[in-house]
């Protein structure tokens, strides 16, 4: 028989975070705010502005939110030890022309009905009953044999 290729490595129970709803759970930090969401077992613990898997009573809370270690990101948002580059202006020019579309004459629209009947473009007479088809077809036929077209 083969031999099993695979090989589980040791657990590292160190790595391990306690679960602050109840002490038996055992969960990977990476997998604490999913735990913590479906646990969600003390409604009288509060969370920390800076970090949703710190879970602490309200008299903690208080000391715990000038000494939290995520509250440094927050303070470096606000103030920043240095400010982002400058984006370099572009170079802003006026290209010169004695063309204005605004003083251009009124152009006609475009007119597809006016069109076909000028270019003598076949068209088809789709969702009329037959007897309307036709109709529309010998009128167009006479149009394009007054025009010697075909």
């Known amino acids: 028989m083969e031999q099993n290729k695979y ?16 002490s038996a759970h055992r969960i990977m930090p990476t997998r604490l705010a999913k735990h913590l969401i479906s646990c969600g077992g003390d ?58 579309w605004d003083t251009e004459p009124q152009a006609e629209a475009y007119n597809p009905k006016k069109y076909c009947q000028v270019n003598h473009v076949i068209l088809n007479p789709q969702g009329n009953p037959p007897a309307a088809r036709r109709e529309f077809r010998e009128r167009e036929r006479k149009r394009f044999l007054e025009n010697n077209k075909f």
């Open 43 to 100: 409604r009288s613990l509060h969370r920390c502005p800076f970090n949703s898997t710190h879970l602490l009573s309200a008299a903690a809370m208080k000391d715990h939110v000038i000494e939290c270690p995520d509250r440094c990101s927050l303070e470096r948002y606000k103030m920043p030890d240095t400010l982002p580059p400058a984006e370099p202006q572009a170079n802003k020019f006026l290209v010169e022309t004695e063309e204005d």
């Open 7 to 22: 090989a589980v490595g040791p657990v590292n129970y160190e790595n391990y975070v306690t679960c602050p709803y109840n």
